[in-house]
């Protein structure tokens, strides 16, 4: 069997059950599997158990394809069963077992004679009523709408700021998602992660629909950018060099303009949000060096949520925060962006003016709305040992570029001579594609250095972030 990175969690079984609120016979499947020296968590919830026996419907994800689950309880022993088959050929069958301890709660062990071996332990536990499901009854009744726009390429800060960035077009899209009435309607920008779009319906992710749904019992409409796929690109978790980090940046700030244009849409109640790259997006697109440039003084999104941004390489020197309402949402335990530099980066835009309040949840880890507990993501790339070298991590100037200041730190730590590789960027910038390619240089150049792998994901929030995410743009967006 080929090695599954990351976290692993089924698809929830979103059909006509979910329309009731109580859940008197629900279920959640916890297993870590474990492979040489990777590991994930199988997680599901199991909305209910009929018969003594359950099945989740098939989905795909990291080379597999039509996983399926079959679940059968007999007296106090339960049995379940993972199919799967490989998109270059091959399947393979996973099998748990366990005994309840009690009338809520099974053991369970599985595994394979795979080499490196497979070896799984986890639990099957009442839940009674899941955490996060609620009726979906605003989402299904929804109006959905692909938009394709132009956006760019704008391989570092610099491009954006000097207008460069129009050198290298590129096609995007996003899907536009509103109430079934109503006009001048407030909208939440949704920017993926490193995940890319899958992750708008991941099955590791089921919080998205109650965020969703709930925003739109609000008259609140969304609108989920697709940054990779007009790109190329599936996902950057294990090379963030594939994709400009400022390209989900701009691509939120054209989405502001294209939104504009919606006869449905009041582009003066948007809202933006996102986790990790995405919530570098919603960061970004709130500084007036980057939002002025694209949309002008007088226009700029109304509230920002970012959510575990990063925000060690991408930070000015000087911030210069729009008048958003803007609330940092953190894990205090995540060791992939690491909190206190998005900490000590809101209390400078608050110095500058910005309206900006920063809530950090104590032992919560990257990817904290993940139902899965934590677990180790062992190709996941980050760069928290070169806090070694830049202490305060990499400034930016008001250019948009490396600040002077860290002149002598890049000459000595990365045989970098600033002045040069600006020279560089702004050549590039006049050719299409040139600057992002030149980012990549310096991504390489930069994880040769101090880059590294592994980090801890996941924690099953979902509840918590939809409990402090609504309420925030529901109130921000009046």
């Known amino acids: 069997m080929k090695k599954i990175l990351g976290i692993v969690v089924l698809s929830l079984l979103f059909n006509n059950n979910l329309l009731a609120e109580e859940y008197p016979n629900s279920w959640k499947m916890d297993i870590l599997c474990k492979q ?5 968590y199988e997680s599901a919830f199991v909305v209910n158990v009929e018969n003594n026996e359950f099945s989740l419907r098939p989905f795909n994800r990291y080379g597999a394809r039509n996983i399926k689950f079959k679940g059968k309880i007999k007296g106090n022993i339960i049995k379940i069963s ?3 088959t490989f998109k ?5 069958i996973i099998y748990y077992s366990g005994k309840f301890i009690n009338d809520k709660e099974a053991i369970l062990k599985g595994g394979t004679s795979w080499n490196p071996p497979l ?5 099957f536990f009442r839940v009674n009523r899941p955490p996060h499901f609620i009726p979906l009854k605003y989402l299904s009744e929804a109006t959905e709408e692909i938009i394709k726009f132009t956006s760019y390429n704008p391989g570092i800060p610099l491009t954006i700021i000097n207008g460069s960035y129009v050198n290298s077009p590129v096609e995007v899209s996003g899907k536009l998602i509103l109430p079934k009435e109503g006009k001048n309607l407030p909208v939440v920008v949704v920017a993926h992660g490193s995940g890319g779009p899958s992750s708008f319906t991941s099955p590791t992710q089921s919080w998205r629909n109650d965020f969703k749904n709930q925003l739109l019992k609000n008259n609140i409409g ?3 950018i697709d940054s990779f796929t007009g790109r190329g690109v599936k996902s950057t978790g294990s090379n963030q060099g594939k994709v400009s980090v400022n390209a989900g940046e701009l691509d939120a700030l054209v989405a502001y303009k294209i939104l504009d244009k919606h006869p449905r849409v009041d582009a003066k109640k948007l809202g933006i949000t996102g986790h990790s790259r995405g919530g570098m997006a919603s960061n970004m697109a709130v500084e007036k060096k980057y939002s ?4 002008g003084e007088e226009n700029y999104y109304k509230a920002s949520l970012p959510m575990a941004p990063e925000c060690f390489n991408v930070a000015f020197d000087k911030p210069t925060p729009t008048p958003a309402k803007i609330l940092f949402l953190l894990g205090g335990a995540d060791d992939y962006t690491l909190a206190k530099f998005c900490v000590a980066y809101a209390d400078k835009m608050k110095k500058a003016g910005g309206d900006v309040e920063v809530i950090v949840k104590e032992g919560w880890y990257h990817g904290f709305y993940n139902d899965a507990p934590p677990n180790r993501s062992a190709d996941a790339v980050h760069f928290n040992k070169c806090e070694i070298y830049v202490p305060e991590g990499w400034v930016m100037n008001d250019d948009g570029f ?5 002149t002598d730190i890049f000459k000595e730590a990365f045989n970098m001579d600033l002045k040069k590789w600006r020279e560089k960027f702004e050549k590039a910038s006049t050719k299409p594609g040139a600057a992002n390619k030149l980012y990549k240089k310096l991504y390489i150049k930069a994880y040769k250095k101090c880059g590294e792998r592994g980090v801890t994901t996941g924690g099953d929030h979902g509840k918590e972030t939809v409990e402090i995410a609504v309420p925030f743009f529901v109130n921000a967006l009046k």
Not at 36 to 40: A, D, H, S, V
Not at 119 to 123: E, F, L, Q, S
Not at 402 to 406: C, G, L, N, S, Y
Request: a neutral charge; aromatic letters at 10%; charged letters at 35%.
């Open 36 to 40: 040489g020296k990777y590991e994930w």
């Open 222 to 224: 969304i609108f989920e």
């Open 402 to 406: 490396i600040h002077e200041k860290q």
């Open 88 to 92: 270059k050929g091959g399947q393979d």
């Open 292 to 295: 002025d440039v694209i949309l």
């Open 82 to 84: 993972q199919s799967l």
């Open 119 to 123: 070896k799984c332990n986890g639990r």
